[in-house]
């Protein structure tokens, strides 16, 4: 059965190309001009993923990305914007988007983009894997790293005490840092263990994930657990 792609995009030209696109590539699109229809059609028919142009008039994509977070909706979302600012785009991933493509796009990025997350959202095959493995349900209840507890189930994480508030993609890239913690992990594992995808070493995608998640982990006069190893990755340990 193919998948269903909510697309909400005010420039008719670009609504009209990328409907098209995804079309040809095998997915059924329902296509809509602005954040009040999209709104409406994911009520009425939940998608299987969305893309939300982030400017749009009246409820732009960050305000329904937010709407249906806070419904409790978890489909994933992927953003279009022409905004390259790491600030511009740390506030999408603050109002719950999985991934974002930054205007002008290669539609073959957009593909290997919708791919991924849909990936993320269907079953994993049973079947050998290196060490760094995506995250999947474990058998245990709890996994716990430098003063990380993380319940994969649940999807819930907690530093110490305080529970921490993650995005679907935050709460993956920290439970694959925790399950290979003291293992530095390179950006070419993390992309295909998180996106599926390698991005190449011009992205910033990985950069802007790593400093957001450190933003929620890091406590005042408590040490950084996610240390940069320059020019290879990162690795989660506790000093």
């Known amino acids: 059965m193919s998948q ?56 732009d994509g960050l305000q329904v990305c937010r709407v249906l977070r806070a419904e409790g909706d978890r489909t994933p979302i992927l953003m279009l914007t ?19 493509v930054v205007k002008p796009f290669d539609v073959e990025e957009v593909f290997a983009r919708l791919r991924a997350l849909l990936r993320r959202t269907s079953p994993v095959e049973v079947g050998s894997a290196p060490v760094a493995e995506a995250p999947r349900p474990v058998p245990e209840r709890f996994i716990e790293a430098a003063g990380i507890r993380m ?8 530093r110490g005490a305080r529970e921490l508030e993650l995005t ?20 070419s594992t993390i992309y295909d263990r998180i996106w599926g995808y390698d991005f190449g070493p011009g992205s910033k995608n ?15 006069g408590a040490p950084q657990l ?10 989660l340990r506790e000093d």
């Open 226 to 235: 996610i240390h940069t190893v320059r020019g290879v990755g990162y690795v």
């Open 82 to 100: 022409a905004l390259v600012e790491t600030a511009d785009r740390i506030a999408g991933l603050d109002a719950g988007a999985d991934d974002y």
């Open 206 to 220: 990985l950069a802007v994930y790593v400093g957001y998640l450190r933003r929620k982990l890091d406590e005042p």
């Open 4 to 59: 269903t792609v909510l697309l909400a995009e005010d420039d008719r030209a670009i609504r009209n190309a990328l409907e098209r696109a995804l079309t040809l590539e095998g997915y059924q699109v329902m296509a809509v001009a602005d954040g009040v229809e999209a709104l409406a059609q994911a009520h009425r028919n939940r998608p299987d993923v969305l893309v939300l142009d982030v400017m749009m008039p009246g409820i």
């Open 168 to 187: 679907r993609t935050e709460f993956e890239l920290l439970e694959l840092l925790v399950r290979n913690s003291d293992i530095v992990l390179d950006h």
């Open 151 to 158: 319940d994969p189930q649940a999807r819930r994480a907690w």
